[in-house]
């Protein structure tokens, strides 16, 4: 790996004459030209928003009265907060459910649809629909589909196969799983691509030696798939993990949080809090509540990864 | 390499058993009747929902107790009683919406990721790191404080709200596209800038006519990726709203839905408008959304 490197030696630069050190001091803030509508329209809808969230978080936010420095007790307000650690419960399950459905069904899908055939390649196209879908249309769909009575869609597939009618949505029992159901739809097709990927990049070789070793499929799969994929799955899967934490469109426009709260995650909570109760400034703690932990958790992910690799 | 790929050319024309990992066979026999039938499940699984809003669109008291996978009477009522609703006007927005915000955060994404990726200077990790971050402040984590600053824009004392630029400027830095667009422009090799310059090619016109040219596939992938990530915006456009009237068509699936004088079909007639454009991206830029993914897990 290093052999290249050293065997060409950095090359001395003549010393610059007046015009090209003109030139090389032209050169030296054109890359910051280039740069600067990224960083402006971060510095504006990225930090600004982050640095202000900061700030708010540590305020009880009044309008027409000015905002009055709290210190922590917003923070204190959210840890404190039923409805909150409630939240966080059902984020984390859900997060880890989605996260956990999506890979095995993702896996199975890609087990089944592994293939040249032009005609899995058309299956493979119309079973990835979900992911190319708007968060907002796939909720919308599933609530009618999710009809809780008998004539509903799910329920009449289900009637179909001799199982009754489930309330699905309406139920605080059943709400829950059903959100996580969608999710591994979602998700799923998604995980497929990714591990066809890594199907592919199996040495047929290995294949034809185990049928000669005569192994079973199960191990088959065992010892020779499943090594294969784990490289590529393992850091994709934290960090979907990760991001589901945050998870919001389709359970606002599934459930709204309900019913009875039995669907609230944390965003929903800081959203109704934030936009509907007005309460800003324990909205903010909420939300930087979050960006600290997926912060967190992300760059630990990426530094473990990195480590093992080198 | 001719017998190579010949020899790939030869285990394409001639399956056998060793191609997948389940070991499919694929003569005619039990294996293929049951891969055809899990096939036909995960189809409908996956797919049928879809014939379900293309059908429900079109038929006649379409009701969420009424569905089905083929259409009965069909007709246009839904979509007309949807464009009373103003569903036009809310897909205009989404498609400006869309549309600018794609052009900036591409246009964005390249000229930064040509510095980047082209160029050494002093703070160049810091800056990486301030795209990479952006990554972890999306639109929900920060919607609180994203809501007062649209509402006026500090130093510039701006108010964003009830315009689209409330939704298009804070989708234009997104350091997805930027990674994906830097990663891509280092492998560009630079004996071709170098002589570029010798032409007295200056700094737009390198990028335009001679680096951009060779990165069609990178610009595949943030194109797709960026579509997708402004077209499932919620929260965005409701913060950045004043009223109902500004939303995107996505959001307005919600007004439709409470509306009482309207059925299920209004609301899949809104729905199949809203996956239209989708639809249209997927199937042109397929290729480079698979690409997308499968290069994202292999670098990790």
Redesign the interface.
């Known amino acids: 790996m290093t052999a290249p490197a050293a065997a060409r030696p950095p090359a001395k630069p003549a010393p610059p004459s007046r015009a090209a050190r003109r030139r090389r001091w032209g ?2 803030w ?6 600067a ?3 402006l ?2 510095l ?7 640095i ?2 900061i700030r ?1 978080s540590l305020h009880e936010v009044q309008p027409f009265l000015g905002d009055q420095w709290v210190g922590l007790d917003n923070y204190e307000q959210v840890l404190n907060d039923d409805r909150f650690q409630e939240a966080f419960g059902h984020t984390l399950l859900l997060g880890l459910g989605q996260t956990a459905g999506a890979i095995v069904v993702g896996f199975l ?1 890609a ?7 032009r005609t ?1 390649w058309l ?1 493979r ?6 992911v ?6 796939v909720g ?6 999710y ?1 809780p ?1 008998g ?3 799910v329920n009449s597939v289900l009637g179909f196969l001799g199982f009754g009618p489930q309330p699905f949505l309406d139920s605080p029992d059943t709400a829950l799983w059903s959100v996580m159901a969608v999710g591994v ?1 979602i998700g ?3 995980n497929m ?2 591990i066809l ?3 592919a990049g ?1 040495q ?1 070789s290995l ?2 030696a185990a ?1 000669v070793d005569g192994v079973s ?1 199960w191990q ?2 065992r010892y ?2 499943l090594p294969a994929l784990r490289p ?2 393992t ?2 899967l934290t960090l979907a993990a990760i991001r589901g934490l ?1 998870i ?2 389709e359970v ?2 599934l459930t709204g949080g309900g019913p009875a709260g039995s669907t609230e995650v944390w ?1 929903t909570r ?2 109704s809090l ?2 509907e109760r007005n309460d ?1 400034g324990v ?2 703690a909420g ?1 930087m509540l ?2 600290a932990v ?2 967190v958790l ?1 760059v630990t992910v990426r530094l473990l ?1 990195r480590e093992r690799k080198s | 390499m001719s017998t190579l790929t010949r020899r790939a050319a030869a285990t394409r024309a001639t399956p056998t058993r060793f191609d997948t990992a389940l070991a499919w066979s694929p003569r005619p026999g039990p294996g293929l009747v049951l891969r055809i039938l899990l096939c036909a499940l995960a189809l409908f699984v996956f797919a049928a929902p879809f014939l379900i809003i293309i059908t429900g669109a079109f038929s006649e008291h379409a009701q969420a107790s009424r569905l089905s996978l083929l259409p009965t009477e069909t007709t246009l009522q839904n979509f007309s009683v949807a464009s009373d609703r103003g569903i036009w006007e809310y897909f205009a927005n989404s498609l400006v919406i869309a549309g600018g915000g794609l052009l900036l955060q591409m246009t964005v994404s390249v000229l930064a990721a040509y510095a980047l990726a082209r160029r050494r200077f002093r703070g160049r990790a810091l800056v990486m790191g301030l795209f990479l971050l952006t990554m972890m402040l999306p639109e929900e984590i920060i919607a609180v404080p994203l809501s007062v600053v649209l509402g006026d824009l500090p130093v510039l004392g701006l108010d964003l709200k009830g315009t689209v630029f409330g939704v298009i400027l804070p989708v234009g830095a997104w350091g997805f596209s930027v990674l994906v667009m830097t990663e891509f422009m280092k492998e560009v090799p630079t004996e071709i800038e170098e002589s570029a310059r010798l032409d007295g090619v200056g700094e737009f016109r390198m990028l335009w006519q001679i680096v951009l040219p060779l990165c069609r596939p990178a610009l595949g992938v943030i194109g797709i990726f960026g579509y997708l990530m402004i077209w499932d915006q919620y929260l965005l456009p409701i913060i950045a709203a004043n009223s109902p009237d500004d939303y995107t068509l996505t959001v307005a699936l919600s007004i439709l839905r409470a509306d009482v004088e309207v059925g299920s079909g209004v609301v899949l007639a809104g729905a199949l408008v809203a996956l239209v454009p989708s639809l249209i991206v997927y199937f042109c830029l397929q290729g480079s959304l698979v690409r997308g993914i499968t290069a994202g897990a292999t670098k990790g």
């Not at chain 1, 196209?125 to 979900?130: C, D, H, I, K, M």
Request: glycine share 6%; no cysteine; hydrophobic share 65%.
């Open positions: 050169r030296a054109t890359p910051w030209l280039f740069l509508p990224g960083l329209l971060a504006f809808f990225k930090f600004i928003p982050m202000e969230g708010l899908l087990l089944l649809l592994e293939g040249q055939a899995l299956i196209t119309a079973v990835f629909l979900p190319v879908t708007a968060l907002a249309v919308e769909i599933w609530r009618l589909l009809l009575t004539d509903g869609f739809w799923a097709p998604y691509v990714i990927a890594g199907l199996v047929r294949y034809e049928a499929l088959r799969l020779i798939t590529a799955l850091i994709v945050r919001f469109t606002y426009v965003m800081v959203f934030g936009f800003i909205a903010s939300s979050l960006l997926t912060l992300t990864s």
